[in-house]
């Protein structure tokens, strides 16, 4: 079947830190791989999204790399803020129908 | 910026009674969704909803569970007889369709919080 696991948190990290959340996949046939961002209060937000294996997503500093070898699409910042202080949901879509399959979400929280 | 907007924020009530989830959707959009959440576990797709008819539903979307357009604007969840494990946070979202609605981004409403007691 289709699925997702993404690594468990909450993730505490102080400003300008490295980012990594990880991210792997299982699903019938090719899928879009997704991450959406949802910060306090607010609806889940498209952060990045990778249609095809190799493609890289990238947005407001964040990346990912849609890896099929190893089923993967980790989420990586460079530098991250407080304003990046907010849950992390990856998620795909098998493109033959129209339900997305997200993971459990990750807590991110930024301190100065 | 359009948006999908969901009311209430916070639904309490009792085991047994119905309740309604409301959404407006983007207003150009086509296809609809329900989403929960159960506290710590994984967003769950419920339905998707198109062309006035529902498009694809999952195990959980069971007989106790209904979807209805009932005007241009709002798209409504409702569980006719709520049980204590139906307490989560319920999503809507939209998307602009096409073929394979799930090629295109699906835009998320806040959430709804269900609380049954």
């Known amino acids: 079947g289709n699925s997702v696991t993404q690594m468990e948190g909450p993730v505490t990290l102080s400003e300008e830190a490295f980012l990594t959340i990880n991210c792997t996949y299982t699903a019938t046939g090719y899928p879009s791989l997704f991450w959406y961002v949802q910060y306090p209060g607010e609806g889940l937000q498209l952060l990045l999204k990778?249609?095809?294996?190799?493609d890289k997503g990238s947005n407001k500093g964040f990346e990912a790399t849609y890896r099929k070898e190893t089923t993967s699409f980790h989420l990586e910042k460079g530098s991250v803020q407080v304003s990046d202080s907010a849950v992390y949901f990856c998620a795909l879509n098998t493109n033959t129908g129209n339900q997305f399959y997200f993971g459990t979400g990750t807590s991110l929280t930024v301190i100065p | 910026e359009p948006e999908v907007t969901q009311t209430p924020s916070h639904q309490v009530t009792q085991m047994g009674q119905e309740v309604i989830l409301r959404c407006v959707p983007i207003s150009n959009h086509l296809y609809f969704y329900w989403y929960r959440q159960i506290l710590g576990q994984k967003v769950e797709f419920l339905v998707s909803f198109y062309n006035n008819e529902i498009s694809e539903k999952s195990e959980i979307f069971d007989d106790q569970f209904s979807v209805e357009r009932p005007d241009g604007s709002n798209f409504t969840l409702k569980i006719r007889s709520t049980k204590l494990e139906d307490s989560a946070m319920y999503f809507c979202?939209?998307?602009?369709?096409?073929?394979?609605?799930?090629?295109?981004?699906?835009?998320f409403g806040p959430g709804t919080r269900l609380t049954v007691l």
């Open positions: 990778a249609t095809k294996a190799d």
């Open positions: 979202a939209s998307s602009g369709g096409g073929l394979a609605g799930g090629y295109n981004e699906q835009f």
